[in-house]
């Protein structure tokens, strides 16, 4: 069954702190994004990767930054958390061939304080 | 800016009932997908139609597409508690724009 992990389900954290947020997939999949998510803005897409070492900026780069040093992880870093941070992170999947549907870990409630 | 736009924003019916779902978008699309997101979960894919199709069926699921229009729309037959939900749209090659979704709310 196909699988996406995320590292935490909730987080805590405080204004300036460096904050990982990790992902895995055990799909083989070469394309890898990250989104946060807030109530009346929907999903809104942060980076995407397309392949180890790759990445792409999205729509609201601003304050984070990625890592894919391998295909099956994608990380996302806030270097120094700010309370507009605060989120519901959601981390996806999917293959380079075939459809382009997205399979996503269960998210990462993070709090910023 | 959101390529997808869900109607209505929220919706609330009884068990047994049927649900209709909107999305509406901008630019020409090659398909588009419908998710589900329980609450405080990660989004499931829950069906996509192509842009030659008008119609797609996955057990009480009936999707729709009028690409002259720009629109889709959701049907779930047979609601149970459990479709309680937001549903989404999904449009776009390798990265995909959804809309804000739909809050749909199915009472026992």
């Known amino acids: 069954d196909v699988k996406v992990t995320q590292s935490s389900r909730y987080l805590v954290k405080r204004t300036g702190e460096k904050v990982f947020l990790e992902c895995v997939q055990d799909m083989d999949h070469e394309n890898m994004f990250w989104y946060r998510q807030d109530p009346g803005l929907g999903l809104r897409l942060i980076y995407f990767?397309?392949?180890?070492?790759?990445?792409e900026k999205g729509d609201i780069p601003e304050g984070y930054s990625v890592s894919r040093e391998k295909k099956e992880r994608f990380s996302l870093i806030l270097e120094s958390a700010s309370t507009n941070q605060t989120s519901m992170y959601l981390c996806a999947s999917s293959p380079s061939l075939g459809t382009n549907e997205q399979f996503f870990g269960p998210g990462t409630r993070l709090t910023v304080l | 800016s959101q390529q997808g736009e869900e109607d209505p924003q929220a919706l609330s019916i009884q068990e047994g009932e049927n649900a209709t779902m909107n999305c509406s978008y901008k630019t020409s699309i090659n398909n588009l997908q419908w998710y589900r997101q329980n609450s405080g979960r990660g989004l499931v894919h829950l069906i996509l139609i192509r842009s030659n199709e008008r119609e797609k069926h996955s057990g009480r699921l009936r999707v729709t597409l009028d690409t002259s229009k720009k629109s889709s729309s959701l049907l779930i037959t047979a609601s149970r508690a459990a479709d309680t939900a937001s549903y989404f749209c999904?449009?776009?090659?390798?990265?995909?724009?959804f809309g804000g979704g739909t809050r749909l709310m199915v009472k026992p």
């Open positions: 990767s397309y392949d180890v070492k790759m990445k």
């Open positions: 999904a449009t776009g090659g390798n990265m995909l724009t």
